[in-house]
């Protein structure tokens, strides 16, 4: 898992395969349709395209002549299953937090010590 994790990750690092899975949650593709937007070759996007593919993002079928390529949306249950752990427990943490902060701000009941040493008070009727 880790691996694969790992892998989507780095595939995604990249802003034109990002833009590449965008395009992709919409219809399947051909590479030259992929292509279009890019100011790239055709080998270039062949090129990302196989990244994505080695992450498990896409894979690539046959019609008649030409291979559309297919988001592989299960990928990113595997990314979501990851990231989701890791906020819960960031929230978690913001939680206790909060929750400290409150303390720290909440003024503390009138029949508790605020904590700071009190000044003595001179005694009245007394001589030294």
């Known amino acids: 898992m880790a691996d694969q994790l790992s892998r989507v990750f780095a595939a995604l690092a990249d ?3 990002r ?3 965008a395009r992709l949650t919409v219809a399947d593709a051909t590479v030259n349709q992929l292509a279009e937007p890019y100011a790239v070759s055709i080998q270039a996007v062949s090129k990302h395209l196989k990244v994505l593919e080695d992450a498990g993002l896409v894979t690539r079928s046959r019609r ?3 291979r559309p390529v297919h988001l592989e949306a ?4 595997l990314m979501t299953a990851w990231i989701e752990r890791y906020r819960r427990q960031a929230e ?3 939680r206790r937090l909060d929750a ?3 303390e720290l701000t909440d003024p503390p009941p009138a029949d508790l010590p605020t904590g700071r040493p009190q000044k003595a008070q001179p005694q009245k009727g007394k001589s030294s």
């Open 15 to 17: 802003p034109t395969r």
């Open 19 to 21: 833009d590449m899975v």
């Open 64 to 66: 008649a002549q030409t």
């Open 74 to 77: 299960e990928v990113f249950d």
């Open 92 to 94: 978690e943490r913001y």
């Open 100 to 102: 400290v902060l409150a």
